[in-house]
């Protein structure tokens, strides 16, 4: 079984300012994880990956996340956040043997404020 | 890389109607998923193909329910005597090599009345 906990509805950031978009993830083996963002009407787009090697990933538009195996968690990050990354963001997870069947989190929305 | 395309965008029906949406994949994709989204909820998985073959289906998947690939390209999905309940986000996602991002397409809104 595996599952992903987004544990914040909702994360308000000043542009400018760093953001951070939570996730915790639970898996029966060697996870593999990613994050997608979507926007209003529109479907996923992803932005990065996990799979195995260095534990900070850098995806699109700036974000990067870090894996951290002991809290078992994915982060998703930003150094400085903009008006336009305002948007709902998943987080999710699967494992080897599941034909890339992921499984996502309830969501985070991030809302970026001038 | 056209991306994956869904039609319709939006579909609204009568209670009881049969509804079918298809799904155009990347073409060089041979992995088709389909997933289910409601409001304030992640994606669930509703069932996934490789090449022509249905190799899974979700629980969430009732009799209802039917989808195919007959030729490994495109998908649809069919919803029979459709109820309340079922209106949702129909989203299609394609993937080529194992663990490679899966890539959605804008999905199917579904409003059953």
């Known amino acids: 079984a595996q599952s992903v906990a987004q544990p914040e509805d909702q994360v308000n950031v000043a542009e400018g300012n760093p953001l951070t978009v939570k996730c915790t993830y639970s898996v029966s083996g060697n996870p593999y994880l990613f994050w997608y963002v979507q926007y209003p009407n529109r479907g996923l787009q992803f932005l990065l990956k996990?799979?195995?090697?260095?534990?900070l990933v850098k995806g699109s538009y700036g974000f990067e996340a870090e894996f951290n195996k002991s809290q078992t968690s994915f982060h998703l990050k930003k150094p400085s956040a903009l008006v336009s990354d305002s948007a709902l963001y998943f987080c999710a997870v699967t494992y080897t043997g599941t034909a890339s069947k992921l499984t996502f989190g309830t969501g985070t929305r991030l809302q970026v404020t001038l | 890389d056209t991306g994956v395309s869904q039609d319709p965008r939006h579909k609204i029906t009568k209670r009881g109607q049969n509804v079918t949406f298809r799904c155009d994949p990347i073409s060089e994709h041979n992995r088709l998923y389909w997933y289910r989204q409601t409001l304030g909820q992640g994606p669930e998985f509703l069932t996934y193909?490789?090449?022509?073959?249905?190799?899974?289906k979700s629980r969430l998947l009732s009799d209802r329910f039917s989808a195919e690939r007959p030729k490994g390209s495109f998908s649809t999905l069919e919803i029979q005597r459709t109820e309340q309940g079922d209106s949702a986000m129909y989203l299609c996602?394609?993937?080529?090599?194992?663990?490679?991002?899966?890539?959605f397409g804008n999905g199917t809104r579904l409003t059953v009345t």
């Open positions: 996990y799979i195995t090697g260095d534990n």
């Open positions: 193909f490789q090449n022509e073959a249905q190799l899974e």
């Open positions: 996602a394609s993937s080529g090599a194992h663990n490679s991002p899966l890539h």
